[in-house]
């Protein structure tokens, strides 16, 4: 690129973005800093203060140091409406939505990009650890659309231990165009180490958690702000609920009616997995299922297979007396299928494979939530990593919902494509078929993975590259 274009670097007072524009300076850009406030209310952040006047002070700090130009924007008008009263929408309906994702879309990408255009940038530099690159063909010649545009891919970062391309898996080409990753191809200790080395005020400043942009919150108080509290039942889901419920029957036949001729007589329905930090590293295997028979699926089959276990369990009450004076009180019959064992707030403010803020004792293992039912106002639990309403082997991006970053790659109807998918951020790439239908396009993990949540997204890749995404 030349040296000549201008570029505005999103300087948010950590370590990460403070690099970036260093590096860019080092290299002869023309290179400025602008901070943007997305957040006022400071009474739902942990702290309670303002944690970005903080950060501004050390992005300011950090320019005058690198020795950029510092602007600052408030973009928290278009941030609310944008991202926030998406988030709000979203848990309303018991879904659960990535506000970091959506304010790469809506705000670093867009309104962020505009502002900085306004101030003369060509390019906008963020510190996220991910990279680009323009696509080449066969001949090793640029790829360019209809319109003579170069066509960019996204990469995974060179750290895997901080790859962010998850973050940015719904931006356009029109972005990527204007987008910069300066340390895409640095690891994370070497950033600290450049940053000891200018002796840049942000390089020992932790980083940040939380929601993008707001800092690090207490979520059910946050969430407080429009969703109502309303108490609810806790039920725990016993085993003996699988043995007699006809979706899940439905996964199973179908998934080992998929299985390779000469494998196992039965596919595998229960995840190994545990957490990002203690995830089981399998070896390179086959995919276990037949691509002939994933194709020979109807839509209707794939539809019912992308679909959870629902639950609906009655409990009956019955009157005993109880004491020397033999008082009447009431109680639930004992169910085969599970037990109310605690109250909550508000069904809404759950995400299945949620674990903590539950407050239930008296189990062996971690208790999980498996499935929300705002309607009831309802949460279904289940105890261990090992519970089968954990795990889930196929899910469907709706039509509307596929995003595609490479157009040129985009699979039509009928079309049915290995690829790795990621469905939420610092999950360990799994292997899965996607296949695309008139309904949407469905992915089938090669094996079962653990806490797919609607409304969070779905990511893609072939290789390192990040091809598409959608909401699950």
Not at 110 to 132: I, P, Q, S
Not at 419 to 448: C, E, H, N, W
Request: net charge negative; hydrophobic share 35%.
């Amino acid at each position: 690129m030349e040296k000549s274009k201008k570029i505005c670097v999103g300087l948010s007072g950590g370590v990460d973005s403070s690099v970036a524009a260093l590096l860019l300076k080092q290299q002869g850009y023309d290179v400025f800093a602008l901070f943007m406030q997305n957040w006022h209310d400071a009474s739902t952040t942990l702290h309670g203060d303002c944690e970005w006047e903080e950060d501004r002070f050390v992005a300011e700090m950090v320019a005058r140091k690198i020795g950029i130009p510092f602007y600052f924007v408030d973009l928290s008008k278009e941030y609310r409406q944008r991202v926030v009263d998406y988030m709000f929408e979203e848990y309303s309906k018991g879904r659960t939505p990535n506000p970091d994702v959506l304010c790469n879309r809506e705000i670093k990408f867009d309104a962020f990009l505009k502002c900085a255009e306004k101030l003369g940038a060509d390019m906008v530099a963020t510190g996220h650890y991910c990279r680009k690159e323009i696509a080449l063909d066969s001949d090793g010649q640029p790829l360019k659309d209809k319109d003579g545009n170069h066509i960019y891919r996204i990469l995974a970062g060179a750290d895997p231990n901080k790859d962010q391309s998850y973050f940015l898996c719904q931006l356009t080409q029109a972005q990527l165009a204007k987008a910069m990753f300066p340390i895409g191809d640095i690891v994370k200790p070497e950033v600290r180490r450049i940053a000891r080395e200018a002796d840049l005020p942000s390089a020992d400043k932790k980083d940040s958690q939380g929601i993008c942009f707001v800092g690090k919150v207490d979520l059910p108080t946050f969430l407080q702000q429009k969703l109502k509290p309303s108490e609810g039942d806790i039920v725990e889901v016993y085993d003996a609920y699988y043995s007699e419920n006809g979706q899940y029957e439905f996964i199973r036949d179908t998934l080992d009616s998929l299985l390779e001729d000469g494998q196992d007589r039965h596919a595998r329905m229960i995840t190994d997995y545990i957490s990002e930090d203690k995830a089981v590293v399998r070896p390179a295997s086959e995919c276990p299922f037949s691509s002939d028979k994933i194709s020979s699926l109807s839509d209707e089959q794939l539809m019912k297979l992308a679909l959870p276990v629902r639950y609906d369990i009655e409990f009956e009450t019955e009157t005993y007396r109880s004491g020397k004076k033999h008082i009447k009180k009431t109680r639930y019959k004992e169910n085969p299928y599970g037990k109310i064992i605690g109250k909550h707030d508000g069904a809404q403010f759950y995400t299945i494979g949620q674990r903590k803020g539950l407050n239930i004792g008296g189990h062996k293992d971690s208790v999980f939530v498996i499935d929300t039912d705002v309607e009831k106002n309802v949460i279904y639990v289940g105890e261990g990593h090992t519970h089968k309403g954990l795990s889930r082997s196929c899910l469907r991006v709706a039509p509307e919902e596929i995003h595609w970053i490479r157009n040129d790659l985009r699979m039509l109807p009928g079309e049915q494509r290995r690829y790795k998918v990621r469905i939420r951020y610092r999950q360990p790439l799994q292997d899965a078929t996607a296949v695309m239908r008139d309904s949407g396009l469905y992915i089938i993990f090669d094996t079962p993975q653990r806490g797919i949540t609607p409304g969070q997204f779905a990511a893609w890749y072939d290789g390192d590259e990040m091809i598409g995404s959608g909401v699950i």
